[in-house]
Structures are given as structure tokens and as C-alpha cells.
Nanobody, 118 residues
Framework: QVQFVESGGGLVQPGGSLRLSCAGSGFTFISFPMTWYRQAPGKEREWVAFISNTGGTIVYADSVKGRFTISRDNAKNTLFLQMNNLNPEDTAVYYC???????????WGQGTQVTVSS
């Protein structure tokens, strides 16, 4: 079955950095594009960054452009999100899924909590 396991979140001060990881299983990881999403309290889930199956195409949401970097290691079925210069508006639960803008799989992982606070 398709599964996503996110990790790497935590509490960080404004201006700090975190690196998130997403382990995908139950599908051919290398054959699919991947997207990071986030959901803040009281808000809809939004996409943050996208990467094509081999990493040749990358797209960021305007809110994170220049601060976040998405990457993937297909040999390890793992997606990454390097987050720099974090601000309180980045506080959310971060999720990953296959696809672009809309998830290809109905299964969602637990997500990993990112809290940016002084």
C-alpha cells in the first residue's frame, strides 16, 4: 500500500533552518513527481514545492521562493525540503505526496510539525 512518512520538523526561532524528509513506499518512487504541502491551523492545505521525477523541473510557491529548496534521492525513495530563514508564517504541519498541486494518492502521512516562534 502507498505510504508517506514525514520527519524532521520541530521548534525553531525566526530566521532558523530545518530539513524535512519524506519516505515514500508502495509505488515506484522514481516514476512520479513529488510535492510538499503544508497546512496551518484554520487554513486549507497548500502546496509549497514541486519536483519532477528526475529533478529536472522544480517549482516553488511564491511564499517560500528563495528560502526553501526541494530535492530527492530516488535510490532511497526519499524527498527532502531544506527550509531556511523561517518565519512564523511557515508554522504548519508539512506533508508530502506524489503529483503536482493535487495529490495522486488519497493516502496522507501523519505529517511533521514545524513551529517557528521566538
Amino acid at each position: 500500500q502507498v505510504q508517506f512518512v514525514e520527519s524532521g520538523g520541530g521548534l525553531v526561532q525566526p530566521g532558523g533552518s530545518l530539513r524535512l524528509s519524506c519516505a515514500g513506499s508502495g509505488f515506484t518512487f522514481i516514476s512520479f513527481p513529488m510535492t510538499w504541502y503544508r497546512q496551518a491551523p484554520g487554513k486549507e492545505r497548500e502546496w509549497v514545492a514541486f519536483i519532477s521525477n528526475t529533478g529536472g523541473t522544480i517549482v516553488y510557491a511564491d511564499s517560500v521562493k528563495g528560502r526553501f529548496t526541494i530535492s530527492r534521492d530516488n535510490a532511497k525513495n526519499t524527498l527532502f525540503l531544506q527550509m531556511n530563514n523561517l518565519n512564523p508564517e511557515d508554522t504548519a504541519v508539512y506533508y508530502c505526496n506524489a503529483g503536482f498541486k493535487s495529490a495522486l494518492y488519497s493516502n496522507w502521512g501523519q505529517g511533521t510539525q514545524v513551529t517557528v516562534s521566538s
